[in-house]
């Protein structure tokens, strides 16, 4: 079999490095979302709401408002401030009510917004106003659907229930009087194809959010990173011992490893010193080997069992690794045990 496994040196030089060119860019392609629906909210001083049980992200685009999180921590957020949370935690915000007085946002949204107009969601922009009295906060808002890559990553895995982050990490108080801008375009002439423009513009933004935390935290996140890769990566290479039959693809295995196929490739090969195929080819041989040995198969049917569409593929394949024929290596390891 191959020496697959890094060594401990070599773990330490592979250690992720969140400051090398490509590395935050590599990780915030892999969260993507497939839907969002950006909409705006107004919030009045009387009056506030609560999310749960959704992905969402707030953007603070004029005023203030307070949240309250899940470890009971209460912020105040002012332009620019954001927060994100990509496992639908509880968070609520207010203006100057009391938190513990907030509608879901199920209600909120149902009282404010009509039907999705297309099959994608919402080609119009989406406008809450909530609360009663002057309103206090006006927040760029996103209920989101990540895709399965995303969800399954180690680094979104890592955060904080409700992640919350000040303009002054972000820079989106630079962006949001755009955004608004776009929304206001939007409604006065709307054309069709915003909701495709809708989850792009809350990409833009939770990518915005995840670049400052990832900079911010680099060396617990990249151990993180390390760990997670490192666990997901065994736990495929085990996979792929067990089930050499299996017809892989690149896509099929990145997917398992919870990585995009570029990012999968590469960290393979820096672990392993090989590729994900010719470790799989050695992992096929390797299967072939034990069933020569320890069974009478006929060879056209251990070609099946270890992954060969073929049995002369499996000749070839077999000869090329082993330098010899299938019968003959399984007549001379009969003959080693005796």
């Known amino acids: 079999m191959l020496g697959v496994m890094a060594t401990s040196s070599q773990k330490r030089l592979l250690r992720s490095d969140l400051t090398a060119p490509g590395v935050t860019s590599g990780i915030l392609a892999d969260v993507r979302l497939v ?27 004029e005023g203030t408002c307070r949240a309250g ?12 401030d954001a927060l994100l949370a990509l496992g639908g935690a509880v968070s609520r915000l207010v203006v100057k ?30 406008e809450i106003d909530w609360g009663e009295g002057p309103v206090g906060c006006v927040l760029l808002g996103s209920a989101m659907t990540p895709s399965h ?35 206001d375009a939007e409604c006065a002439h709307p054309s069709d194809g915003f909701a495709a423009i809708s989850t792009v513009s809350a990409q833009f933004l939770l990518a ?30 085990r996979q792929l011992q067990r089930h050499p039959e299996r017809q892989w693809t690149l896509a099929g295995m990145a997917r ?7 990012a999968f490739a590469e960290y393979f090969g820096q672990a392993t010193g090989t590729t994900p195929f010719r470790y799989l080819a050695a992992c096929r041989i390797d299967r072939a080997g034990q069933l020569l040995q320890d069974t009478d198969l006929p060879v056209a049917d251990i070609a099946g069992r270890c992954g060969y ?22 007549k001379a390891r009969r003959a080693q045990s005796g």
């Open 256 to 262: 398992d490893a919870g990585m995009s196929r570029t």
């Open 97 to 126: 009510d009391d938190l513990a007085t907030c509608t879901d946002m199920g209600e909120v949204w149902q009282a404010n917004a009509a039907p999705p107009t297309s099959t994608e969601g919402y080609e119009r922009p989406v």
């Open 35 to 61: 839907g969002a629906s950006l909409a705006r909210f107004t919030l009045r001083e009387r009056g506030g709401f609560a999310m749960r049980d959704m992905p969402y992200m707030f953007v603070v685009a």
């Open 149 to 183: 890559l995303a969800a399954s990553l180690p680094i979104i895995a890592a955060l904080p229930p409700v992640l919350f982050m000040r303009a002054d990490q972000t820079r989106l108080n630079l962006w949001t009087q755009s955004f608004t801008q776009m929304l």
């Open 208 to 237: 915005q959010i995840l670049r400052a935390h990832l900079a911010d935290n680099a060396p617990a996140l990249a151990d993180v990173l390390d760990k997670g890769r490192s666990r997901a990566l065994a736990k495929l290479m």
């Open 309 to 330: 569409r073929s049995e002369r593929a499996f000749r070839a394949a077999f000869v090329q690794a082993r330098q010899t024929r299938p019968l003959a290596f399984r």
């Open 69 to 80: 999180l899940p470890d009971g921590r209460r912020v105040r957020l002012g332009p620019g």
